[in-house]
């Protein structure tokens, strides 16, 4: 197979338009500063590997040969998106929906700063090969399967003519297992992911340097678990706009989707009904539906462009003034809820779990260094 020769990717470049202005004033000295840092550590990760090609393995592609480090890079969803931005990479160009790669999340962390105003979306009523030609990137972090199987247009021939004559793909659809398609071959947690990704970019040390932070923020998330009689019920949902009355329930199950779910073990008020999953059926329920649930608290995903304000003032307000969903248990008490985006990477990983840790058990304290993620990012290791 025929592979493009990609392009060496240039440290201070890709870094400065992560960081600049993130520390206050204009922040020429401090982008130009954290500039040089992230060079002097990109060359220490990468020195081998630039030189030669290599190879990286991942399902269901198996081996994918680079000449070279990619530099620019399409990716799926926000789960690699954010794992490119955990290595210090820009973001990609495009994204399946780009409306869902939610950067506010690093807004959480200052030093990290992602401006994805101009990305392109894939999916555009479906996804046009010329768009690849037109983005011209030296990988696609995206599952094959995925085109193949989530819509009806793209071939195994299409997907053979992009690799070829622009560049490979490389990708699993780690945000769900829920698809029959995805059953065929290996699935990879988040880290397990992010570590491929990381060895495709040759920044392996940053990978690692996640790792560690990662294994600390998790004893962390154990110890601010209550004990099991005293966890709530949660009932997860997919709900758009601000007057939502349909759901599309979610149980928790494996995917980097219920990531931080599974990490707070949370008690899944569907997991005991006879509620079907919305990856596998389609499914929607109805308030009639929730209300025989009564779930102690309510988390609705689809709402992450609203602040938890906004949240609030409308699709709360809506639920409290709604003559059946306000005998709802968790309208009552006021545990109704954003419940976070389908894709997150390690660095939102880490906010979305936080944040849930305070939904749901009211924590208080931070449970992961802000400072150090940003560090890494910037090649501070």
Known sequence: MRRRTFIKSGGAATVAGLLAGCTGGSGTDDATTE???TTESTTAESTTAEDSSYSVSIAPMGD??????PETWVANNGSWADMGVALGREPPEAVWLANRYHTKYYDAIDGVDVDASGMTSLYQGGVDKELFYSLDADVHVIDPNFLMNRFSGWTQGDVDEISESVAPFFGNSIFSGGYDWHADYQYYTLYE???KLAQVFQRTERYEAFER??????SRVSDAVPAEGERPSVAIMWAAGDEPTSFSPYLISEGTSFKQWRDLQVNDALANTDVRDFHASRAEVDFETLLEIDPDVLL???QEGKTAEQFQNTVVSFLEDDTTASDLTAVQNGDVYRGGPLYQ????NLV?????ARQLYGVEEELFDRQRVADIVNGDF
């Open 213 to 218: 932070l990662h294994e600390e923020f998790q």
């Open 35 to 37: 500039s040089s840092t």
């Open 352 to 356: 979305l779990t936080e944040r849930g």
């Open 64 to 69: 994918v040969s680079f000449d070279s480090v």
């Open 345 to 348: 990477g390690p660095i939102t």
């Open 193 to 195: 992911a992010f570590e």
């Open 300 to 302: 609705l995903c689809g």
